[in-house]
């Protein structure tokens, strides 16, 4: 019998669901395993290094698990963390694993979306402050403009089952407003968060309609579907067998009555707890 190896899906709650959604349905014959750092969730507010901790934590039991690659589908882990395991835990400790992101693959494409060359990215705190997002779409847009705003109430609300409630509206009205204030050429609007598709109805309707509102979970997907196909070497250490499996770090009866609004079908999880880094890795 061949061992499982899943390919690993990474947030710090709930989500990274969002995304998981989206690769299963474009990628339905892989197994996938899902880690959801939901005790110390958000990641959004805590240090560049607290957030590496974390995720590194996050990653190497992934690693343990049997999974050759990662998804971090976190922009806050991706835009704090994901740099260092790249180039400094993996050469070293996993050479033959693989952990990507999702703030490069949305970055490589936004641009297309925009006529006006201008884009308004609206994120958690953590990833506006790293800065990421200016730096690879200037890379790969260089003419295009980037207004970001922190939008610190967002995940609170959706993690709250408030996402739809009427006192949403303030916080989604003003941290638009904000936004548009400092650019009247925005005509599209990422969500840097894998939260804020479960906002979209009301931010819909606090935008203009010829701004296009853009999440991420699409194009994780189908930039995963391009790495698969050009990496055969990795693809095929994947193993296939339409498996879902996921772990939380807190209440495994809480992530599976909050999960279906994120994942869209019912969740079965378990309680997972993860082993505190030692100072010198």
Known sequence: MIASSPIGIFDSGYGGLTVLKEIKKALPQYDYLYLGDNARSPYGPRSFETVYDYTLQSVKWLFAQGCPLIILACNTASAKALRTIQQKYLPKYAAEKRVLGVIRPTAEIIGNYSSTKNIGILGTKGTVQSESYLIEIAHFFPEVKVVQHACPMWVPLVENNEYDENGADYFIKKDIDILLKNSSEIDTVLLACTHYPLLIKKIKEYLPENIKVISQGPIVASSL?????????????????????FFTTDSATDFDKHSQIFFGEKVTSKHVELTPLQKSV
């Open 225 to 245: 579907m391009e790495y698969l196909k050009r990496h055969p070497e990795m693809e095929s250490r994947c193993s296939k067998g339409n498996k879902l499996q």
